[in-house]
């Protein structure tokens, strides 16, 4: 409704002027408040949204940026590789021409009054420049090429014994898993500018300690979904920043390594969310005394085993 009123009205000034028009002849906007308490209300609005702007903006300029920096990590390690590549080639040349040459013993002449050439003494301990650059350039780029085989982080976040989390640049989404069938009053969620704490009531919590940043709390919500997993989404209060932990004191990610695509754990490739579903069911069939997804395979295993084996007595046992 609000899109075709704005197509009708053909401008931001005509759009405006209708709605204050309807508030002037539906409401009681003009003639329930003073003219300052009206001036204070719309300029309140209009700063809101003029703020939210510069975020989006913002924004998408960090994305360009980011985009801009992939593109040039990509040429560099395509460079990096050419480069590599020559070294190689130009290590193999050396080494054929090296053994196609006989090799020489150096000889240090004695001068006329007895004493060693020095200097022919030098270069025979010289190791030839063109080798050693082309050793060296080879082992930085080996150690480059190294460092680039360490994964991203799934989610810019982490899988931990207790929860899961995973970050865009905005905001941060945390997900404790509980006993299927919680019920919101059974959970304690305390947030601050600066702490958190997640848990069931009258049990050490899942989450607990100093956030890693700030946040802003009137901006940060949870919700327990299905009755089995509690999930609460921060509002950064520094939203171009990537954080290495939830709180203080957890293991931390290599932010060198965030992708901005696929931060949300709902966005994940299908192994990585497979990983994380079954560490949630586990978390919640530990808490209720229950098996695990492992343990009930192997349980499936040892059970369909004695079916087909019924001639065997397995009362005496010992099933680990």
């Known amino acids: 409704m609000l899109l075709a009123i704005a197509q009708q009205s053909r401008g931001i000034e005509p759009l405006l002027d209708t709605v204050f028009s309807f508030l002037r002849r539906k409401t009681d906007f003009f003639t329930g ?15 809101k949204h003029s703020d939210l702007s510069e975020r989006t903006q913002s924004e998408k300029k960090a994305k360009r940026d980011d985009d801009e920096r992939r593109t040039q990590k990509a040429k560099k390690a395509a ?3 050419e480069k590599k590549r020559e070294l190689a080639a ?21 001068t006329q009054d007895g004493s060693f050439d020095m200097d022919a003494a030098e270069d025979v301990d010289k190791v030839p420049e063109e080798e050693e650059e082309v050793s060296k350039e080879g082992g930085a780029a ?4 190294e460092e680039d085989k360490t994964p991203p982080p799934p989610g810019n976040g982490m899988i931990l014994d207790t929860y ?48 890693w940043k700030r946040v802003i709390v009137d901006d940060c919500f949870w919700t327990l979904e299905d009755n089995k997993e509690v999930v609460i989404t921060l509002q950064k209060e520094n939203r171009m920043e990537w954080w290495k932990a939830v709180v203080e004191g957890a293991p931390e990610i290599n932010t060198q390594k965030v992708q901005p695509e696929n931060s949300k754990l709902s966005d994940l490739d299908g192994e990585t969310r497979q990983t994380v579903e079954k560490m949630m ?23 369909n085993f004695m079916k087909q084996h019924p001639e ?9």
Request: aromatic share 2%; net charge neutral; hydrophobic share 35%.
């Open 281 to 303: 069911y586990d978390q919640r069939q530990k808490a209720m005394g229950l098996p695990t997804a492992d343990e009930q395979k192997k349980n499936n295993v040892l059970e």
């Open 312 to 320: 065997m007595d397995f009362s005496k046992a010992k099933i680990c």
């Open 90 to 110: 130009k290590k193999k040349r050396l080494a054929e021409k090296a053994a196609a040459e006989p090799e020489e013993t150096p000889v240090v002449e004695v």
């Open 79 to 81: 460079a990096d590789k």
């Open 164 to 211: 899961a989390w995973t970050q865009q640049l905005p905001d941060l989404q945390v997900t404790v898993p509980v006993p299927e069938g919680t019920k919101s009053k059974q959970l304690t969620v305390e947030i601050t500018n600066t702490r958190i704490k997640v848990g069931m009531k009258g049990q050490t919590a899942a989450v607990e300690g100093k956030l």
């Open 33 to 47: 408040a003073s003219a300052k308490q009206i001036d204070e209300t719309v300029l309140r609005l209009v700063h």
């Open 142 to 145: 080996e150690e480059e090429e």
